[in-house]
């Protein structure tokens, strides 16, 4: 009897939810907003996400003809049958003219809704609105990417204003607002200026009574943004100042970690702050970003499991009002009756807590918390709307988002129970972990992964010295020999890593002879050893990889995140085409026919001869290797002359593999011979037991082993990955928060040494100046400098050539065009070129038309888009390339037409991964299939079709 009754008992929280939906109801609410999104609803997914793409464009068009063109871009004009209506509408120049007026009257009408004012003056009426209700705010400037000092400046003396002259203000800061550019090898310089400035901020709301809240943002940035007001709150000076607040992003796999560590530090601190609880803004982001680096994806994948998370960590605020003040930020209703349930049931008091919504979200529901006495606080973003689009698109998402708890009960109309129920897990598996998997690079945002990286520096960097030996491998077998010179390290060249031996004519002769002996037979050694040798290969990189990464930063002067990815690539090299090879050789292509089967067979080629760079030492040397090695060759690698240690360590933990998995007698079949280009190299290139060269390097040096490999008899197969002269585009629709970064990463990421680096941009004349002065801005937080220490975004360039080089390159880029930005420019310790940028260069200028592989960047005005096209191709390479911008047309039509093998939009033009982006490129740039796709082992075989006629009189076996 009992049990039946406490069942029939309706939970606490469904009844309050059933309150608030009453009093909602009684209001007649929403009807503005509603019908807004219940228009946008009724379109299918793949409408709305257009118009949000639209609505974020549609603040930069400057031309009123482009709103309808861009607009009827962005919808898919067969199935919504407006392409007409656009048609016309362009056409017309009075029709043009309303058209633009009303859809920018939709768009403000929607920033109305969601952003409170232009000014701080027109916000001031909103506090005062507010005011009169009883309800509360807290202010958040809309902003843009940061990505210049002046920015930065503009939005922290903004904050300092308002606190100094709005008295008891409430504020939300972006830490990410204070200083420009913060990425996490910048993250511990970043630090002290963000607590400089953040003390001081707290400094002003302290003597002003005011509050200052601290936004979490992404989730890269929540450690140091969490550290940065911990050591800011600990200082003596705000022994006295609680009126600080921090976020906790519900959605977060470690939200309930982050809520525990903030308690015992409040704890040990004897301190009470806020804790504003959200469930979290960038889901689609985090999950993303995660999925496209292979890292465990950090928010929850099932709605569902947030909102009970939510739930959790409201219980763990309510026992703790001791050390929090928890602000409860929803507009979910069945969030706010658990909130209300807890506290009836705990009895907390109403000052004990505040609920916040933000503004522009349920605006009748804030005001029943606050008639019934409770704290109610309205988030209030104000602002001008290009700085603000990304908000207001992130409103419009959630908004219609089909998970989204106004959606469904405003639009898809779930009764009341149902939308009150408990978060129910549904069985999701959102995980998309299907096929190759790529070694994930480690996330140098974390603060103990900087550490151990760090640590590893401190106690291995001595065991490179001049002690240290880089032997030849010949035929297997380490070597030393007569000749000798040292490996140094470019940021600092008089630091030796090791002493390194030349290989001789002999030495070439006896690789050859050797590999000779056990090539046929390595061919017919099961695929299935070989690829065991490859993938332990890979995983004792995986062991290895601090020990890698510190020879790629010493030898090679790379940055630790750019080390990193080599790594991670090399390892994806080795699992890729083992995966490949089975793949390949274990199934047959070819149609067969009854009486006709057909059958492919691949054999090797002989022995090949890798010749690799020295920007990828280890993924690109160990690319080709790998490669050759699985299809059945023997290989000779010829490392470069600037970076063999690394290459050296990684080819003997191979060689150790095919000896453990395939034999000892295999080791034969790979050779290691250090030298010079022109004595050693120039033999082996014309050897005649040389079948085939796998070459990465310049055009020259291409072009020339190109003709040996010609005039061979038989011919050898050359395969050759070579130079470029890489333009971006920047088309008059683009976002520059993301086209700056981006053209900075591509042209002086790596100081420009890699063969994608972009070292052309072309950006179309309406927005050239801006575009322009941004960048020369922004450039100026591009901190050069010895990549050992984390801080710096790049190190030097290779050597004493390239620095002479490229300082050639400058000085006719001084005498044929105007400098905008230039750095120091010193050999004095290691070969430093800060980035240099220079305008106004003649189209067929030597530095316009030639490689430099250095940070030289050249940047063009196109008067239209087909100008820019015509200069982007207007060179002989045609490796990678890129475009920004925001126009569907503009985006298909240099897709169509640009001369390159690979093209990115909106994105970096750098940064190949192996299964995704294949890489090679067209005209003068590359020779052969491309590297990290599916056809490249094709280049290493020789491929023989056999057809049997299988009819025997009359009947056919098959
Ligand atoms: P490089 O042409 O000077 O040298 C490449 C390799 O060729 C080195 O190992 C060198 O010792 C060897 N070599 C030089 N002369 C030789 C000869 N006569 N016979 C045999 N071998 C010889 O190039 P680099 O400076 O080491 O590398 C930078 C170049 O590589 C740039 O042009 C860059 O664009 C290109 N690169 C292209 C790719 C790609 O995938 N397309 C990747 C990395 C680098």
């Excluded at 607590?195 to 943002?217: G, Q």
């Excluded at 469930?279 to 994806?297: C, I, P, S, T």
């Excluded at 014309?686 to 020339?704: L, Y």
């Excluded at 086209?739 to 890699?754: H, L, M, N, R, T």
């Amino acid at each position: 009897m009992e049990g039946n009754k406490l069942k029939t008992i309706e939970p606490r929280e469904i009844a309050i939810g059933k309150e608030l939906f009453a009093f909602l109801e009684k209001k007649k609410s929403f009807t503005d907003l509603k019908n807004v999104f219940l228009q946008l609803s009724t379109f299918d997914q793949k409408l709305q996400t257009q118009l949000f793409k639209f609505v974020d464009v549609l603040p930069s068009l400057k031309h009123k003809d482009s709103v309808a063109k861009i607009l009827s871009e962005y919808i898919d004009e067969s199935k919504f049958k407006v392409g007409f209506l656009v048609d016309f509408v362009s056409h017309l120049p009075i029709v043009r003219d309303v058209f633009k007026t009303s859809i920018e009257q939709l768009v403000a009408f929607l920033a109305r809704t969601f952003i409170c004012g232009k000014n701080i003056e027109e916000a001031k009426q909103t506090i005062a609105k507010l005011k009169k209700k009883n309800q509360f705010y807290t202010l958040d400037i809309l902003g843009e990417v940061v990505l210049t000092q002046k920015e930065a400046d503009f939005y922290y003396n903004k904050y300092i204003d308002l606190l100094q002259n709005i008295q008891e203000l409430n504020i939300s800061v972006k830490l990410s607002a204070l200083v420009p550019q913060i990425n996490k090898n910048n993250f511990e310089e970043k630090k002290l200026v963000l607590k400089h400035r953040l003390a001081n901020l707290f400094r002003i709301a302290k003597k002003n009574s005011a509050t200052v809240n601290v936004d979490t943002e992404h989730y890269e940035t929540k450690e140091l943004f969490f550290a940065v007001t911990k050591e800011v709150l600990q200082d003596p000076e705000f022994n006295d100042f609680d009126n600080v607040g921090i976020v906790i992003q519900a959605y977060l796999k470690d939200s309930k970690k982050d809520f525990l560590t903030w308690l015992s530090w409040l704890k040990l601190h004897q301190k009470k702050i806020t804790i504003r609880l959200v469930k979290g803004a960038y889901w689609d982001y985090e999950q993303a970003h995660a999925l496209q680096k292979n890292w465990a994806v950090p928010v929850f994948e099932d709605k569902a499991l947030t909102d009970l998370n939510y739930e959790n960590l409201v219980d763990l605020a309510l026992n703790n009002t001791e050390y929090f003040r928890p602000a409860f930020a929803s507009h979910n209703i069945r969030s706010l009756a658990y909130i209300l349930k807890v506290v009836e049931a705990k009895q907390i008091s109403k000052n004990d807590f505040e609920i916040q919504m933000l503004y522009g979200m349920l605006d009748d529901l804030k005001d029943y918390f606050s008639q019934k006495g409770f704290c109610l606080r309205v988030y209030l973003p104000y602002g001008e709307l290009l700085p603000g689009m990304s908000y207001l698109v992130r409103r419009l998402l959630e908004n219609t988002a089909n998970d989204s708890f106004l959606k469904q009960g405003f639009i898809d109309k779930k009764s009341k129970e149902e939308l009150l129920q408990a978060p129910s897990i549904k069985k999701t598996n959102l995980q998309i972990k299907r096929g190759f998997q790529n070694s994930p690079e480690i996330d140098f945002s974390l603060e103990k992964n900087r550490n151990k990286f760090k640590n590893y520096l401190n106690t291995n960097l001595e065991k490179l010295n001049a002690e240290r030996i880089c032997a030849l491998i010949v035929a297997g077998k380490m070597q030393e020999s007569f000749e000798s010179f040292f490996t140094i390290n470019p940021a600092k060249h008089d630091q030796v890593l090791a002493k390194v031996f030349k290989a001789n004519i002999e030495d070439c002769d006896l690789a050859i002879k050797e590999a000779k002996k056990v090539q046929k037979d390595w061919q017919d050694v099961d695929l299935k050893k070989k690829v065991m040798a490859f993938r332990e290969t890979a995983q004792e990189l995986e062991r290895q990889r601090l020990f890698f990464n510190m020879l790629l930063v010493s030898e090679a002067g790379k940055a630790w995140q750019e080390a990193d990815a080599e790594v991670c690539e090399a390892i994806d090299f080795l699992n890729y085409y083992a995966d490949s090879a089975l793949e390949t050789f274990n199934t047959n292509k070819l149609r067969s026919l009854p009486g006709e089967r057909n059958t492919n067979r691949y054999s090797a080629l002989g022995l090949s001869l890798v010749i690799s760079p020295w920007n990828f030492p280890l993924a690109i040397m160990l690319g080709m290797t790998s490669a050759s090695l699985i299809c059945g060759n023997a290989v000779i690698v010829k490392p470069s002359s600037q970076t063999p240690l690394v290459a050296y360590e990684a080819l003997m933990i191979l060689l150790n593999n095919i000896s453990k998995y395939c034999g000892s007698k295999y080791k034969a079949v790979l050779s290691f011979l250090p030298g010079s280009g022109a004595v050693i190299g120039d033999y082996l290139i014309n050897h005649k037991d040389i079948a085939c060269i796998a070459f990465t390097g310049s055009n020259e040096t291409g072009m020339h082993i190109n003709e040996a490999a010609i005039k061979a008899r038989p011919v050898k197969r050359f395969i050759a990955e070579m130079g470029g002269k890489n333009p971006i585009i920047v088309e008059r629709t683009a976002d520059l928060d993301e086209a700056i970064p981006g053209v900075i990463y591509s042209a002086f990421g790596y100081s420009g040494q890699k063969c994608s680096a972009c070292s052309r941009v072309i950006i179309e004349e309406e927005i050239y100046e801006d575009f322009k002065t941004r960048l020369v801005e922004a450039i100026a937080e591009v901190k050069y400098g010895d990549p050992l220490n984390f801080e710096f975004y790049s190190g030097p360039v290779i050597d004493q050539n390239a620095f002479k080089n490229i300082n050639l390159y400058i000085d006719l880029a001084k005498k044929y065009g105007d400098v905008i930005a230039e750095g120091i420019n010193s050999n004095e310790k290691g070969f430093f070129i800060e980035p240099i940028i220079v305008e106004n260069l003649a189209a067929d200028a030597i530095v316009t038309q030639e490689e430099i592989f250095g940070p030289l960047l050249a940047i063009y005005k196109a008067k239209d888009l087909d100008d820019a096209l015509k200069l982007a191709n207007n060179t002989e390479y045609g490796l990678t390339a890129g475009l920004f911008s925001r126009s569907p047309e503009a985006i298909e039509y240099i897709s169509n037409n640009i001369e390159a093998g690979n093209f990115y939009i909106n994105r970096p033009c750098t940064g190949a991964i192996v299964s995704r982006q294949a890489f090679g490129g067209h005209k003068n740039s590359s020779i052969g299939l491309k590297a990290g796709g599916p056809n490249y082992l094709l280049n290493f075989v020789l491929e023989k079709t056999i057809t049997e006629n299988t009819m025997r009189r009359g009947f056919a076996d098959d």
